[in-house]
């Protein structure tokens, strides 16, 4: 049961969301791959990018709680968000990206809709 008061689960949820939702989004890569990307595994690296850019831009995260709480470097969280801002001038990415992150939004308002009616 999420407790939607709670920064740290709300944030844990939206995080899983947005993995979740980039997974589907690249149907090649595991969730485990997104999260850690192998060494050189580009497209990795780019879903990684996009569930980061989700996280800060669309779900309005602060880049430095997405810094603290996923141990990265401020520099690679703003590169992810250059990167991702960057393809999104390209119509086929943009609306690709759309998609994540609407998936990204109905697994939240999935799980939060579930735990009222629990409640």
């Not at 470097?73 to 690709?96: M, V």
């Amino acid at each position: 049961m999420i407790n939607v008061f709670d920064q740290r689960a709300l944030y844990e949820l939206h995080l899983n969301s947005c993995f979740a939702a980039v997974r589907e989004g690249f149907p090649h890569l595991s969730v485990h791959e997104i999260v850690n990307p192998p060494h050189d595994w580009f497209d990795a690296a780019l879903a990684r990018q996009v569930a980061m850019h989700l996280m800060i831009t669309e779900l309005k995260w602060p880049k430095r709680r997405v810094v603290e709480n996923e141990d990265r470097s401020r520099e690679a969280i703003n590169r992810a968000l250059r990167i991702i801002d960057a393809r999104l001038g390209s119509l086929r990415f943009a609306s690709h990206y759309r998609m994540m992150a609407e998936r990204a939004r109905s697994f939240i308002a999935f799980q939060t809709l579930a735990e009222e009616d629990v409640a």
